[in-house]
Protein backbone atom coordinates (compact mmCIF):
# COMPACT_ATOMS: atom_id res chain seq x y z
CA UNK A 1 0.00 0.00 0.00
CA UNK A 2 1.32 3.60 -1.05
CA UNK A 3 1.77 5.84 2.02
CA UNK A 4 4.27 8.08 3.88
CA UNK A 5 5.62 5.85 7.06
CA UNK A 6 7.08 8.32 9.75
CA UNK A 7 8.81 6.97 13.02
CA UNK A 8 9.91 6.62 15.48
CA UNK A 9 5.75 6.95 16.48
CA UNK A 10 7.22 8.31 19.89
CA UNK A 11 10.61 9.61 21.10
CA UNK A 12 12.50 10.72 24.09
CA UNK A 13 15.40 12.90 24.43
CA UNK A 14 17.32 14.35 26.77
CA UNK A 15 17.89 18.44 26.43
CA UNK A 16 21.19 19.24 24.71
CA UNK A 17 20.74 15.92 22.35
CA UNK A 18 20.17 16.24 18.67
CA UNK A 19 17.64 14.05 17.04
CA UNK A 20 16.11 12.49 13.89
CA UNK A 21 12.65 12.06 12.59
CA UNK A 22 12.53 10.14 9.57
CA UNK A 23 9.64 10.41 7.30
CA UNK A 24 9.85 8.14 3.82
CA UNK A 25 7.17 7.63 1.12
CA UNK A 26 6.31 5.39 -1.59
CA UNK A 27 3.89 7.65 -3.77
CA UNK A 28 6.10 9.23 -6.01
CA UNK A 29 5.25 12.42 -4.48
CA UNK A 30 7.46 15.18 -5.69
CA UNK A 31 6.73 18.19 -2.49
CA UNK A 32 7.30 16.75 0.84
CA UNK A 33 6.76 19.00 4.14
CA UNK A 34 7.52 19.11 7.77
CA UNK A 35 4.95 20.31 10.49
CA UNK A 36 5.01 20.72 14.35
CA UNK A 37 1.59 20.91 16.00
CA UNK A 38 1.13 22.10 19.25
CA UNK A 39 -2.03 22.22 21.23
CA UNK A 40 -4.24 25.44 20.39
CA UNK A 41 -1.49 26.46 17.80
CA UNK A 42 -2.72 24.57 14.45
CA UNK A 43 -0.65 23.42 12.52
CA UNK A 44 3.06 25.51 11.88
CA UNK A 45 5.47 24.65 8.70
CA UNK A 46 9.01 23.57 9.64
CA UNK A 47 10.95 23.20 6.49
CA UNK A 48 9.33 21.86 2.83
CA UNK A 49 11.44 20.59 -0.84
CA UNK A 50 10.07 20.56 -3.96
CA UNK A 51 12.86 18.32 -5.48
CA UNK A 52 15.81 16.10 -4.66
CA UNK A 53 18.59 18.25 -2.77
CA UNK A 54 16.48 21.14 -2.60
CA UNK A 55 14.70 22.73 0.72
CA UNK A 56 12.71 25.74 1.78
CA UNK A 57 12.72 27.28 5.37
CA UNK A 58 8.91 27.58 6.53
CA UNK A 59 7.37 29.80 9.24
CA UNK A 60 9.66 27.97 11.86
CA UNK A 61 13.02 26.65 11.04
CA UNK A 62 15.00 27.69 13.66
CA UNK A 63 16.58 24.93 15.30
CA UNK A 64 15.78 22.12 12.75
CA UNK A 65 17.02 21.32 9.67
CA UNK A 66 16.30 18.50 6.71
CA UNK A 67 18.01 17.07 3.82
CA UNK A 68 16.29 15.78 0.32
CA UNK A 69 18.89 13.07 -1.33
CA UNK A 70 16.46 10.84 -2.10
CA UNK A 71 12.97 12.00 -3.39
CA UNK A 72 11.01 8.89 -1.06
CA UNK A 73 12.98 10.43 1.90
CA UNK A 74 12.74 13.64 3.94
CA UNK A 75 14.43 13.08 7.67
CA UNK A 76 13.90 15.64 9.82
CA UNK A 77 16.85 16.91 12.63
CA UNK A 78 15.81 18.63 15.70
CA UNK A 79 18.93 20.19 16.68
CA UNK A 80 19.64 21.02 20.57
CA UNK A 81 19.27 24.77 19.43
CA UNK A 82 15.84 24.30 18.87
CA UNK A 83 14.36 25.65 22.75
CA UNK A 84 11.03 23.97 23.10
CA UNK A 85 11.07 20.88 21.21
CA UNK A 86 8.22 18.88 22.51
CA UNK A 87 5.56 18.60 20.25
CA UNK A 88 3.68 16.43 17.53
CA UNK A 89 5.26 16.23 14.27
CA UNK A 90 3.81 15.37 10.54
CA UNK A 91 5.08 14.84 7.61
CA UNK A 92 3.27 15.07 4.67
CA UNK A 93 3.85 14.71 0.85
CA UNK A 94 1.99 15.77 -2.35
CA UNK A 95 2.90 15.18 -6.31
CA UNK A 96 3.47 18.59 -6.88
CA UNK A 97 3.91 22.01 -5.20
CA UNK A 98 0.15 23.42 -4.30
CA UNK A 99 -1.72 20.77 -6.12
CA UNK A 100 -3.51 20.59 -3.17
CA UNK A 101 -4.21 17.92 -1.60
CA UNK A 102 -1.87 16.61 1.34
CA UNK A 103 -0.84 12.61 2.53
CA UNK A 104 0.12 12.87 6.19
CA UNK A 105 2.21 10.29 8.04
CA UNK A 106 0.87 9.58 11.21
CA UNK A 107 3.03 11.52 13.20
CA UNK A 108 6.12 11.26 15.74
CA UNK A 109 5.67 12.59 19.36
CA UNK A 110 9.39 14.33 20.84
CA UNK A 111 9.38 14.73 24.75
CA UNK A 112 12.20 16.24 25.95
CA UNK A 113 12.99 15.19 29.69
CA UNK B 1 -0.43 37.37 2.85
CA UNK B 2 -3.26 34.18 2.41
CA UNK B 3 -4.94 33.55 5.43
CA UNK B 4 -7.23 31.22 7.01
CA UNK B 5 -9.38 31.77 10.16
CA UNK B 6 -11.64 29.64 11.97
CA UNK B 7 -13.66 29.08 14.86
CA UNK B 8 -11.98 28.62 18.01
CA UNK B 9 -13.45 25.14 19.56
CA UNK B 10 -13.61 23.17 21.39
CA UNK B 11 -17.24 22.29 20.16
CA UNK B 12 -19.23 19.91 22.06
CA UNK B 13 -22.72 18.85 20.62
CA UNK B 14 -24.92 16.06 21.03
CA UNK B 15 -25.33 12.82 18.75
CA UNK B 16 -27.70 13.93 15.89
CA UNK B 17 -27.42 17.62 16.33
CA UNK B 18 -26.45 19.88 13.01
CA UNK B 19 -22.77 20.98 13.07
CA UNK B 20 -21.76 23.94 11.80
CA UNK B 21 -17.77 24.97 11.74
CA UNK B 22 -16.82 28.41 10.10
CA UNK B 23 -14.09 29.31 7.70
CA UNK B 24 -12.68 32.29 5.97
CA UNK B 25 -10.40 33.15 4.27
CA UNK B 26 -8.13 36.11 2.52
CA UNK B 27 -6.37 35.35 -0.46
CA UNK B 28 -5.37 37.19 -3.44
CA UNK B 29 -7.44 35.64 -6.60
CA UNK B 30 -9.10 32.49 -6.40
CA UNK B 31 -7.59 29.75 -4.09
CA UNK B 32 -8.53 26.15 -3.77
CA UNK B 33 -10.33 25.07 -0.48
CA UNK B 34 -9.86 22.55 1.69
CA UNK B 35 -11.35 20.52 4.90
CA UNK B 36 -8.51 18.04 6.81
CA UNK B 37 -9.57 16.21 9.81
CA UNK B 38 -7.54 14.76 12.34
CA UNK B 39 -8.90 11.65 14.75
CA UNK B 40 -6.97 10.83 17.60
CA UNK B 41 -3.19 9.85 17.37
CA UNK B 42 -3.21 10.52 13.67
CA UNK B 43 -2.23 12.86 11.02
CA UNK B 44 -4.62 14.40 8.81
CA UNK B 45 -6.47 13.38 5.65
CA UNK B 46 -8.56 15.25 3.35
CA UNK B 47 -12.10 15.42 4.44
CA UNK B 48 -13.33 17.54 0.84
CA UNK B 49 -12.43 20.56 -1.25
CA UNK B 50 -13.88 22.98 -3.83
CA UNK B 51 -11.72 24.83 -6.54
CA UNK B 52 -13.61 26.97 -7.26
CA UNK B 53 -16.27 29.64 -6.29
CA UNK B 54 -19.83 28.00 -5.68
CA UNK B 55 -18.26 24.80 -6.08
CA UNK B 56 -19.80 22.07 -3.05
CA UNK B 57 -17.45 20.02 -1.83
CA UNK B 58 -18.96 16.62 -0.42
CA UNK B 59 -18.06 13.75 2.14
CA UNK B 60 -19.37 10.96 4.23
CA UNK B 61 -22.18 13.49 5.12
CA UNK B 62 -20.49 16.86 5.52
CA UNK B 63 -20.66 19.66 2.91
CA UNK B 64 -18.96 23.06 2.09
CA UNK B 65 -19.88 25.57 -0.16
CA UNK B 66 -17.06 27.94 -1.58
CA UNK B 67 -18.40 31.20 -1.05
CA UNK B 68 -16.42 34.23 -3.16
CA UNK B 69 -18.78 36.92 -1.91
CA UNK B 70 -18.24 36.03 1.97
CA UNK B 71 -14.70 34.49 1.39
CA UNK B 72 -16.12 31.58 3.41
CA UNK B 73 -16.31 27.69 3.31
CA UNK B 74 -17.88 26.60 6.28
CA UNK B 75 -18.10 23.31 7.21
CA UNK B 76 -21.51 21.90 7.84
CA UNK B 77 -23.14 17.99 8.78
CA UNK B 78 -26.50 17.23 9.50
CA UNK B 79 -26.37 14.71 11.83
CA UNK B 80 -23.25 14.32 13.97
CA UNK B 81 -22.18 10.67 15.14
CA UNK B 82 -19.53 10.34 17.64
CA UNK B 83 -16.87 8.40 15.35
CA UNK B 84 -17.13 11.77 14.19
CA UNK B 85 -15.19 13.54 17.04
CA UNK B 86 -11.63 15.02 15.72
CA UNK B 87 -10.44 17.99 15.10
CA UNK B 88 -10.99 19.77 11.71
CA UNK B 89 -8.95 22.00 9.70
CA UNK B 90 -9.49 24.52 6.69
CA UNK B 91 -7.21 25.07 4.39
CA UNK B 92 -6.03 27.51 1.08
CA UNK B 93 -4.15 26.64 -1.48
CA UNK B 94 -2.68 29.81 -2.90
CA UNK B 95 -3.69 30.71 -6.87
CA UNK B 96 -0.05 31.73 -7.39
CA UNK B 97 0.95 27.97 -6.74
CA UNK B 98 3.72 28.96 -5.07
CA UNK B 99 3.52 28.41 -1.48
CA UNK B 100 2.36 25.71 0.77
CA UNK B 101 -0.75 25.10 1.98
CA UNK B 102 -2.25 27.91 4.22
CA UNK B 103 -3.83 26.01 7.74
CA UNK B 104 -6.04 27.30 10.03
CA UNK B 105 -5.46 26.59 13.57
CA UNK B 106 -8.17 23.57 13.74
CA UNK B 107 -11.75 23.13 15.85
CA UNK B 108 -11.68 20.56 18.23
CA UNK B 109 -15.04 18.60 17.86
CA UNK B 110 -16.51 16.48 20.36
CA UNK B 111 -19.78 14.34 19.94
CA UNK B 112 -21.12 12.73 23.30
CA UNK B 113 -23.78 9.97 23.00
Known amino acids: DGGITQSPKYLFRKEGQNVTLSCEQN?????MYWYRQDPGQGLRLIYY???????QKGDIAEGYSVSREKKESFPLTVTSAQKNPTAFYLC????????????FGEGSRLTVL | GDSVTQMEGPVTLSEEAFLTINCTYT??????LFWYVQYPGEGLQLLLK?????DKGSNKGFEATYRKETTSFHLEKGSVQVSDSAVYFC????????????FGKGTRLSVIA
Open chain 2, 27 to 32: ATGYPS
Open chain 1, 27 to 31: LNHDA
Open chain 2, 50 to 54: ATKAD
Open chain 1, 49 to 55: SQIVNDF
Open chain 2, 91 to 102: ALSSPSGNTPLV
Open chain 1, 92 to 103: ASNRRQNTGELF
